[in-house]
């Protein structure tokens, strides 16, 4: 199913609710409204509150529809609210994928920070529905603590999956933790893909791609193969209302898989 009006929200109810973290929660819709491509997004609505931009963290081969999101706005508390069996709405697919034709026969090299996880998982699922089309799969993920890391019950399994080598941090450890401590970049130390070759993709805070894309320029990276997922100022999801423009781009319509040499020139794109 389609929407005619590009403003007009899909009712579909929510099926399940899967608590990731303190502040991170999956939503799972009962059925898919629409097909869309991994790195495009959609507007979710809460009715009588209003909506928000997301990008779903489900595989785009799924038969259903699922996003992943932080707890840290009105719209996203009044979601939070809500039961299994409420209708909420949605609308999209807009604006535009990653370019995975451009990804095959190479690495894959894939940094996230915090709730960029979400959006990271719908890409990840997708390399993997075609793995044998990618020479490797790399995962290098960052979140605040252990508890701040999504998907643990999944990640196991994922490690096992012959082709994907995944690597995590966290700013502060506990004594759960075995893993790496400090922000995402400490793991970017030593990076084992061809840099002149291999597509990485970045998304996360702000502050956090910002450095992480000035660690891949340092290490070679060809500007054109870093793709930066810029959605953080989304709004309408048309290009209707300015809100999310940095430079030239309507990040909504141009985006939000931007890449650095589209956007280097820019004062302060991080924003």
């Known amino acids: 199913m389609e929407a005619v009006n590009p403003y007009y929200a899909i009712p579909i109810k929510i099926k399940k609710i899967i608590p990731e973290t303190p502040t991170i929660t999956t939503f799972v819709l009962d059925g898919k ?5 991994a790195g495009q997004f959609a507007e979710v609505t809460v009715p009588g509150v209003g909506e928000a931009p997301f990008t779903p963290s489900s595989s785009p081969y ?3 529809l699922e996003f992943t999101i932080m707890k840290v706005g009105r ?8 039961k299994e069996g ?4 949605v609308r999209g697919p807009f604006g535009k994928p990653y370019p995975l034709k451009e990804f095959k026969g190479k690495e894959v090299f894939i940094v996230g920070g915090g709730v960029g996880f979400a959006p990271l998982r719908s890409l990840f699922l997708a390399l993997l529905h075609d793995i044998k089309d990618y020479k490797k799969i790399y995962i290098r993920y960052g979140a605040r603590t252990p508890q701040d890391i999504a998907y643990k019950y999944q990640i196991p399994e994922w490690q096992k999956v012959n082709g994907v080598d995944m690597l995590f941090t966290v700013d502060v450890g ?4 075995k893993g790496r401590v400090g922000v995402v970049t400490v793991i970017l130390d030593e990076i084992p893909v ?3 070759d291999a597509p990485t993709v970045v998304c996360g805070p702000p502050i956090m791609m910002k450095f992480v894309t000035q660690r891949l320029v340092e290490a070679g990276f060809t ?17 209707k209302c300015n809100h999310c423009r940095v430079g030239k781009f309507y990040v909504c319509k141009d985006g939000p898989v931007l ?10 794109p991080f924003v």
């Open 62 to 64: 799924a038969d259903i």
């Open 223 to 239: 500007h054109k193969n870093i793709y930066l997922s810029m959605e953080s100022n989304m709004s309408c999801g048309i290009g």
């Open 75 to 82: 719209v996203t508390s009044e979601l939070f609210r809500l």
């Open 259 to 268: 890449t650095w040499d589209d956007v280097k020139h820019i004062e302060e």
């Open 86 to 89: 409420d209708t909420i709405g």
């Open 174 to 177: 506990d004594d759960t933790w």
């Open 33 to 37: 409204p629409f097909d869309f491509l």
């Open 194 to 196: 061809d840099v002149a």
